[in-house]
């Protein structure tokens, strides 16, 4: 897949920050976009965004942990824009605190959005580029925390991590359908980062097929050291505080240097996935 040209792209969580970035991405690649997210307004928003530069977007309203309004949500789709060629999974929900104080409630939420929410989309939209024949790409947005442990995000951590793994089993499971399922790991929990970054990011890997896209420097400095060396990696999750890494990172964010170091971990991401 080279290009989107009235290619319909369907985006979860679009309504603001890294989604809307996401569906102004594609829609300036002369893709159909789908906005969906939980606040009509906020999807809209993100419409109105796209089709005042000229672009094409329509709004759907969407809780991603409710099924039957996923189901319908898909169906709703397909009846008007025929199967997607890109589904960005990227709707997500977290909370921070104690283990110990979080409710029950606050599980059913995380694993509802972050978890369910993925089974329902992929489900779905994933059946429907299947038996299109043309194939297509899922792209699922989790987190460094699917492999790094992040202090009192316990419960947050654990739902990334299963949404990883789905993503990893799902990739194996439709090899030879024609659709293509990448993980994209943002970093954006320990440092703050633009929005736009992570959306170029995603764009272009949904024009490849990559199975783990850790982004940017620091996600893929976090995954690396969990396949070289888990039991450091927990350490430098308990030593590495969100306030130091920001510091680090101000110590060398020339571009020539972040560029240096961002291209030697690929490479060595790289290397690691052949192995």
Same mark, same amino acid.
């Given at each position: 897949?080279?290009?989107?040209?009235?290619?319909?792209?369907?985006?979860?969580?679009?309504?603001?920050?890294?989604?809307?970035?996401?569906?102004?991405?594609?829609?300036?690649?002369?893709?159909?976009?789908?906005?969906?997210?939980?606040?009509?307004?906020?999807?809209?928003?993100?419409?109105?965004?796209?089709?005042?530069?000229?672009?094409?977007?329509?709004?759907?309203?969407?809780?991603?942990?409710?099924?039957?309004?996923?189901?319908?949500?898909?169906?709703?789709?397909?009846?008007?824009?025929?199967?997607?060629?890109?589904?960005?999974?990227?709707?997500?929900?977290?909370?921070?605190?104690?283990?110990?104080?979080?409710?029950?409630?606050?599980?059913?939420?995380?694993?509802?959005?972050?978890?369910?929410?993925l089974v329902h989309g992929c489900t779905h939209f994933?059946?429907?580029?299947?038996?299109?024949?043309?194939?297509?790409?899922?792209?699922?947005?989790?987190?460094?925390?699917?492999?790094?442990?992040?202090?009192?995000?316990?419960?947050?951590?654990a739902t990334e991590a299963a949404a990883q793994m789905?993503?990893?089993?799902?990739?194996?499971?439709? $090899?030879? #359908?024609? =659709?293509? /399922?990448? *993980?994209?790991? %943002? !970093?954006?929990?320990?440092?703050?980062?633009?929005?736009?970054?992570? $959306?170029? #990011?995603? =764009?272009? /890997?949904? *024009?490849?097929? %990559? !199975?783990?896209?850790?982004?940017?420097?620091?996600?893929?400095?976090?995954?690396?050291?969990?396949?070289?060396?888990?039991?450091?990696?927990?350490?430098?999750?308990?030593?590495?505080?969100?306030?130091?890494?920001?510091?680090?990172?101000?110590?060398?964010?020339?571009?020539?240097?972040?560029?240096?170091?961002?291209?030697?971990?690929?490479?060595?991401?790289?290397?690691?996935?052949?192995?």
């Open positions: 897949m080279t290009g989107f040209d009235n290619e319909v792209v369907v985006i979860t969580g679009a309504g603001a920050g890294i989604g809307r970035a996401v569906a102004q991405r594609f829609a300036r690649t002369r893709a159909v976009v789908i906005v969906a997210d939980l606040d009509k307004d906020l999807a809209v928003q993100t419409a109105e965004s796209i089709t005042e530069f000229g672009g094409d977007a329509t709004p759907f309203a969407v809780d991603v942990a409710d099924a039957a309004a996923m189901e319908s949500f898909a169906e709703d789709v397909h009846a008007e824009f025929g199967a997607p060629k890109v589904l960005v999974n990227n709707a997500g929900y977290t909370t921070t605190g104690p283990f110990l104080e979080h409710t029950l409630d606050d599980w059913e939420r995380l694993m509802g959005v972050n978890v369910w929410g994933g059946r429907q580029m299947s038996e299109s024949g043309r194939g297509g790409r899922i792209v699922n947005v989790t987190s460094v925390a699917a492999f790094t442990p992040i202090p009192l995000s316990t419960a947050y951590c789905l993503t990893e089993g799902l990739r194996l499971e439709f $090899a030879g #359908t024609g =659709v293509g /399922v990448t *993980a994209v790991c %943002p !970093a954006q929990r320990f440092v703050a980062h633009s929005p736009d970054g992570i $959306a170029r #990011t995603i =764009v272009r /890997v949904a *024009a490849r097929n %990559p !199975a783990v896209v850790p982004t940017p420097i620091e996600a893929r400095a976090h995954y690396l050291a969990t396949r070289i060396s888990p039991g450091g990696a927990r350490l430098a999750a308990r030593i590495l505080e969100p306030d130091r890494l920001v510091g680090l990172r101000a110590r060398v964010s020339s571009r020539g240097v972040l560029t240096r170091m961002d291209d030697y971990l690929a490479r060595k991401l790289e290397r690691f996935e052949n192995q």
